[in-house]
């Protein structure tokens, strides 16, 4: 089966420390896309970066970064300069193909982010 | 800024009731979906539907549990006998192909079976 890890249940950074939660997947597949969502107390999935499997190169948006590293399976991310507000469980979602006709995003198990100011 | 949106936002339900969440899902898009997630857990993947029929399913989405897209717009699941363990956050999106795209995502459904 294919399977999303997400090691880190919770972690716990200081205010404006750099913090990275790892992902590590499973896939047979060689062409996929990969997600990471936010989730806030709020409870609502906020899409943070789509990257296919084709581009290895790390992207970078404002305090956020990602590392894809096709060879290891892993889509790591990095925030920059934490802030409280990015308090929230961040989840890794591969979107992948089911082999029974339909693509889904399988979704790791979340890390935990709590910033403490 | 289009949006997938769901009602209602939170609901509350004796065990055995038959529910029905709702969602409108972003107008040009073909592929819909329902996910859901009991809490503190992860999201996992009930059913995606296209073209009027269920595309895929998991081991989750049994018997109890029906999707339908009754007028065009909506996209509803419908869950005939809830049980406690039905109690979750259940979230719908869409997305305007099949892999690859970003399924745009409600804000959810807490669903509250007692």
């Known amino acids: 089966a294919q399977k999303v890890t997400q090691a880190q249940t919770e972690i716990s950074v200081v205010e404006k420390e750099d913090v990275t939660l790892d992902c590590v997947y499973e896939?047979?597949?060689?062409?996929?896309?990969l997600f990471w969502y936010k989730q806030p107390p709020s409870g609502e999935l906020v899409f943070l970066i789509r990257?296919?499997?084709?581009?290895?190169q790390n992207e970078i948006s404002g305090r956020y970064s990602w590392n894809f590293q096709k060879s290891t399976s892993s889509f790591n991310f990095t925030i920059t300069a934490s802030q409280v507000v990015d308090s929230a469980v961040y989840f890794c979602?591969?979107?992948?193909?089911?082999?029974?006709?339909?693509?889904?995003?399988?979704f790791g198990k979340g890390t935990k982010l709590s910033v403490i100011p | 800024e289009p949006e997938v949106t769901q009602t209602p936002s939170h609901q509350v339900t004796q065990m055995g009731q038959e529910v029905i969440l709702r969602c409108v899902p972003i107008?040009?898009?073909?592929?819909f979906y329902w996910y859901r997630q009991i809490l503190g857990q992860k999201v996992e993947f009930l059913v995606s539907?296209?073209?009027?029929?269920?595309?895929?399913k998991s081991e989750i989405f049994d018997d109890q549990f029906s999707v339908e897209r009754p007028d065009g717009s909506n996209f509803t699941l419908k869950i005939r006998s809830t049980k406690l363990e039905d109690s979750a956050m259940y979230f719908c999106?869409?997305?305007?192909?099949?892999?690859?795209?970003?399924?745009?995502f409600g804000q959810g459904t807490r669903l509250t079976v007692v």
């Open positions: 999106a869409s997305g305007p192909r099949q892999g690859g795209t970003e399924a745009f």
């Open positions: 979602a591969p979107d992948l193909y089911s082999g029974a006709g339909s693509y889904q995003l399988t």
């Open positions: 107008s040009n898009h073909l592929y």
């Open positions: 539907f296209y073209n009027n029929e269920i595309s895929e």
């Open positions: 896939t047979r597949d060689t062409t996929y896309y």
């Open positions: 990257r296919n499997s084709f581009d290895e």
